[in-house]
């Protein structure tokens, strides 16, 4: 009954895709738990690259069948342009599932995320615009549209109606900005209704009932631990949970039955959006990580901020979410540097601390404390094996293990599917 988490243990963007892609072929289920179109996945096959924004990307393994989960936000009109982008390139999308109580970012979601971004001007979180905080916030306060919904016109009216009557308030008195029509809005998610139906399923039971058959199944996280909205680095974060408690509140599956838990992580770090970020450069090293790395987001098309590897942070996504394994990634980005420094503590006001801040201001305020490991100039894509690295490179792996506290099992030596060399299995 093996059921594996993989999610980022930075601020997202780590290469999510192309660690789910690579178990794709040996697993039977890949499952997105949360989030939305708001986080993109890059994955390389052959010569041809995908990007994937809402879709598991277990969808490009045949024979694997991926499930958009009860915890994920849909954007019906994203989901079926990215569907049929896929399809006209060949690949089968036939076996996906959707979960009947996702939640469906309507046009007004939208509408809300987008100007009240702009009303915060400068104190704005750096949102994507797409609707998904405001979404989120619906679900809570229970005025939310269910994917089910959309099969009983009756109460999908009355739900847009009740959401619209304090919405229209606030776009109008507030934001200036014109009422939005119960029917206009009710009337274009009928008309997502008839296409999205083969793909509906009471996915909990799925999920479950293949555990109990013995599959494997594969839990997928968007984002990263450090824009979780219990334990990031909030307020600059997402709306939902990214960590690995959320693949069980986000699919419907008990926490006995996770088996392994698989960080994610850059051999630098990075992030988009605003927010603290200790490791930050500003200098010519960090427009060579971004250039090198090829550091734009997926969904976005933003210039990610880039930065030296933070163990204080993959220590503390190993605590919060329970790591067995990482996988990490880039590691061929780092090529060419005579030396690399590693964040391995801070200092704050003075004083050296070797853990994440529990203080919102003692983190703004944190100054990385490096130290310096040897770098490497031999192309590493060719390496198949471990020891296949130049020994620069490989104790440079074995220092960041042994300080982000769990065993580094594979790593991405290039953005192909076969560029990644696997130490332990994962399954």
Known sequence: MPALVLLGAQWGDEGKGKATDLLGGSVDYVVRYQGGNNAGHTVVVGDQKYALHLLPSGILSPGCTPVIGNGVVVDPSVLLSELSGLNERGVDTSKLLISGNAHIIT???????????????????????????????????????????????????????????????????????????????????????????????????????????????LFEGGQG????????????????????????????????????????????????????????????????????????????????????????????????NGLTDFFLTKLDVLTGWEQIPVCVAYEIDGKRVEELPYSQT?????????????????????????ADLPKNAQDYVKALEEMSGAPISAIGVGPGRDETIEVNSFI
């Open 107 to 217: 046009p007004y979601n939208v509408t809300v995320d987008k100007v009240t971004e702009r009303f915060l001007g400068k104190r704005k979180i750096g949102t994507t615009g797409r609707g998904i905080g405001p979404t989120y916030a619906d679900k809570i306060n229970r005025v939310g549209i269910r994917v089910q919904d959309l099969y009983d016109e009756s109460i999908l009216t009355q739900k847009v109606e009740a959401a619209l009557d304090v919405k229209n308030q606030i776009l109008t008195k507030l934001y200036n900005r014109r009422a939005i029509a119960v029917g206009q809005v009710v009337e274009e998610l009928l008309g997502y209704a008839e296409k999205i139906r083969p793909y509906v399923a009471d996915t909990v039971l799925v999920l479950n009932q293949a555990l109990e058959d013995d599959k494997v199944v």
């Open 225 to 320: 631990t450090l824009l979780d909205i219990d334990h990031g680095t909030y307020p600059f974060v997402t709306s939902s949970n990214p960590t690995s408690g959320g693949a069980c509140t986000g699919a419907g599956v008990g926490p006995t039955k996770i088996s392994r838990v698989i960080g994610i992580l850059k051999a630098y770090t990075t992030r988009v959006g605003a927010g603290p970020f200790p490791t930050e450069l500003f200098d010519e090293d960090g427009e060579a990580l971004r250039r090198i790395g090829g550091e734009r987001g997926v969904t976005t098309g933003r210039d990610r901020r880039c930065g030296w590897f933070d163990a204080v942070i993959a220590r503390y996504a190993t605590r919060v």
């Open 362 to 386: 003692d983190f703004h305020h944190a100054k990385p404390v490096y130290e310096m490991l040897p770098g490497w100039s031999e192309d590493i894509t060719g390496a198949k094996t471990f």
